[in-house]
Structures are given as C-alpha cells and as structure tokens.
C-alpha cells in the first residue's frame, strides 16, 4: 500500500516512524518547511531534519529532536565568543546544515538535498519537503512578530500568540516529488501535528489542496490534542489563544471538509459523537506513541482501518 503522510515536528515524525515500519519505501512524508531559518549561516529545517533522524533511526529519544548521544562541544565555543546558543545544534547534527547549506549553495533542491542525506542514513521512506522555496512561518504575539523558532524555543512558546502567517507562501509550489506520490498514493495520512503551524503550512503550499482533494483516496487525520491537552510542544496553548477549545472536536473542525476520517485517543470517546456529526467516520484506539511498538501499532491499525 502507498500511503503519504503530512508531518510536522515530534507528534509527526513519530507516526511517520511507524508507518515506515509497515509499508517501508512504499511511504511518502511530506514535511513542514515553515520553521525553516538561517542560523550562522546555515539553513536550518528542524521538522525535516525530526522526521529523518526518526525515521533513520538516530533522533535523540527524549526530546525527539537532535541525535541520540550528540556532543554540543561546537556550541559551547559558540557561547565562549558570545555567539547565538539559545538553539541548541549538536555536533553530529551540525553535519546536516552544513552539507545541505552546502548543497543548496551548489543548486540542489531542498527535496535533492533532503534524499541525499536521508538516503545516506538509510531512511527507506521519500521525506519531501512541502515546497522547494523557502517559507517562514511568522507568529504575530503581545511581544511582536517573531520567526517561529525565535517564539517556540528561544522565548519557549510563552508570549500571547494573535495570529500566525506564512511569508513567502505565495511563490510555493507543489514539487513535482509530490505529485508522482499523490498519482500512486492508496491513502493520506494527516499525522498528529499542530494543526496551525504544521498542517496548514503544507496545504497553503499553493496547489496542495486541489492535489488533495483530487486524490480520490482516504484521507485520515489522527488528532494531536489528547485529552484537552497537546503531548507535544504549544498546541494546546496556541488553540486557546486563538479562542479555539484545545480538543480533539476543534481539530476535526479545523479538518472538515478535507479529510474523511479521524483517530480519536480513548480519553476524549465521548467526543466521538459529535465528530461523527461532522460528516467523518471515527476510529477509536490509543494514540500516545511512548514506544517503537505503539508507532507501529498506531500505525498498522490505521493502514488495516484503510482497507475496511
Ligand atoms: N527545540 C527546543 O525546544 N530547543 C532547542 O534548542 C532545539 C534545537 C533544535 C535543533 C535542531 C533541530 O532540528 C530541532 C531543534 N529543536 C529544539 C526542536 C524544534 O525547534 C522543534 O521540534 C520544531 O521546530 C517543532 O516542530
């Protein structure tokens, strides 16, 4: 079966895992590009280099960012000359910005790029960045506009989130990657990541959405609030301040229309009615992924809920 997966940062690249571990190479994972930035003059993509790093095998397991083991012996002489060191780049991962700095200086795409170093770390899934151009998720807050990791980790997610864009959306477009792996897609996964910052970057990417919608095959969402409360990162925050309920019934609203299913954790079953109302069938089962084993649980119960 082909299926194609929409990802963003941890939540994402966690499914991502699982789905690689059933279906192999026959996975695409079409990933976030929005908290994309440069940093020493590197270019950074931190939900790429997640979704690789989990998917080869080598992310660090606590933070699920970051390689497992990495040194920051490199940032530390960064913070001796008083340099940037609010984001934290191991030594290993500084390898990754380097060479795909590199390679996009020597005219390869992002998505060349990507599946060069994804390749290298024997990743058998196709990680396709949303566009090849580059795209700047910016979050307008009580502390002004701030690129997105300037909010999420240098300020840790705490200022008053008002609204959220996506400069340079307008000049993305659709990779050609992409849409070979829509034409012998089976099923689209909508994995659990914010809704806000990682889902709708990808289908604002200008031609997604008709590639989506004409992509007649089954498109199922998981949600990433469980219990009121987002495992990961500031969902749940950022859904309050947009005067949005942090619930599982808020996310299935976000995604009507364009998906046809939703993955509800068993904490928020009571729900489940009322997302059903919403014109989309409900598949009830437990979503927290603490393991390589629940990942691919997680992920086999939803290929095998495709074929019913
Ligand atoms: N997240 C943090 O909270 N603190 C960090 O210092 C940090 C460094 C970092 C380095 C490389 C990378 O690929 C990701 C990193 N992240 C860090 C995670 C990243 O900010 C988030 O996972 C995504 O942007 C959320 O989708």
């Given at each position: 079966?082909?299926?194609?997966?929409?990802?963003?940062?941890?939540g994402?690249?966690k499914?991502?895992?699982?789905l690689?571990?059933?279906?192999?190479?026959?996975?695409?994972v079409v990933v976030?590009?929005?908290?994309?930035?440069?940093l020493?003059?590197?270019r950074?993509?931190?939900d790429?280099?997640?979704v690789?790093y989990?998917l080869?095998?080598?992310?660090?397991?606590e933070?699920?960012?970051?390689?497992?083991?990495?040194?920051?012996n490199?940032?530390?002489?960064?913070?001796?000359?008083?340099g940037?060191?609010?984001?934290?780049?191991g030594?290993?991962?500084l390898a990754?910005?380097l060479?795909?700095?590199?390679?996009?200086?020597?005219?390869?795409?992002?998505?060349?790029?990507?599946?060069?170093l994804?390749?290298?770390l024997?990743?058998r899934a196709?990680?396709?960045?949303?566009?090849?151009?580059?795209?700047?998720?910016i979050?307008?807050t009580?502390?002004?506009e701030?690129?997105?990791?300037e909010?999420?980790?240098h300020?840790r997610?705490?200022?008053?989130?008002?609204?959220?864009?996506f400069?340079?959306i307008?000049?993305?477009?659709?990779?050609?990657e992409?849409?070979?792996?829509?034409?012998?897609?089976?099923?689209?996964?909508?994995?659990p990541?914010?809704?806000?910052?990682?889902?709708e970057p990808?289908?604002?990417?200008?031609g997604?959405?008709?590639?989506?919608q004409?992509?007649?095959v089954?498109?199922?969402?998981?949600?990433?609030?469980?219990?009121?409360?987002?495992l990961?990162?500031?969902?749940?925050?950022?859904?309050?301040?947009?005067?949005?309920?942090?619930?599982?019934?808020?996310v299935?609203?976000?995604y009507?229309?364009?998906i046809?299913?939703?993955?509800?954790?068993?904490v928020d079953?009571?729900?489940?009615?009322?997302?059903k109302?919403?014109?989309?069938r409900?598949?009830?089962?437990d979503?927290i992924?603490?393991?390589?084993?629940?990942?691919?649980?997680?992920a086999?119960?939803?290929?095998?809920w495709?074929t019913?």
């Open positions: 079966m082909n299926v194609i997966a929409l990802a963003g940062g941890v994402g690249a499914l991502a895992d699982g690689q571990r059933i279906v192999g190479e026959n996975l695409a976030n590009t929005g908290d994309d930035f440069e020493h003059g590197l950074i993509a931190p790429l280099d997640t690789m989990t080869g095998g080598v992310a660090n397991p933070t699920g960012w970051g390689i497992a083991g990495d040194t920051f490199n940032l530390d002489m960064i913070s001796r000359y008083g940037e060191d609010w984001f934290r780049l030594d290993r991962d990754t910005h060479l795909r700095t590199q390679m996009l200086r020597s005219g390869y795409t992002l998505t060349q790029a990507t599946q060069n994804a390749r290298a024997g990743v196709s990680i396709l960045p949303m566009c090849n151009e580059p795209v700047m998720t979050v307008i009580n502390a002004g701030l690129a997105f990791q909010y999420f980790v300020r997610w705490q200022p008053v989130l008002k609204a959220y864009r400069h340079g307008d000049k993305a477009r659709v990779t050609p992409i849409t070979a792996a829509f034409q012998s897609a089976h099923a689209i996964i909508f994995c990541s914010n809704p806000f910052v990682s889902i990808i289908l604002n990417v200008r997604m959405r008709d590639l989506v004409k992509t007649r089954l498109k199922i969402a998981v949600s990433p609030i469980v219990g009121g409360e987002a990961k990162g500031p969902a749940g925050k950022m859904f309050a301040e947009l005067g949005r309920a942090p619930s599982a019934y808020e299935a609203k976000i009507r229309g364009v046809d299913r939703f993955v509800l954790d068993r079953e009571e729900q489940a009615r009322a997302i109302d919403l014109g989309m409900v598949w009830i089962t979503t992924m603490r393991d390589e084993l629940e990942r691919e649980r997680l086999r119960e939803i290929c095998e495709v019913k």
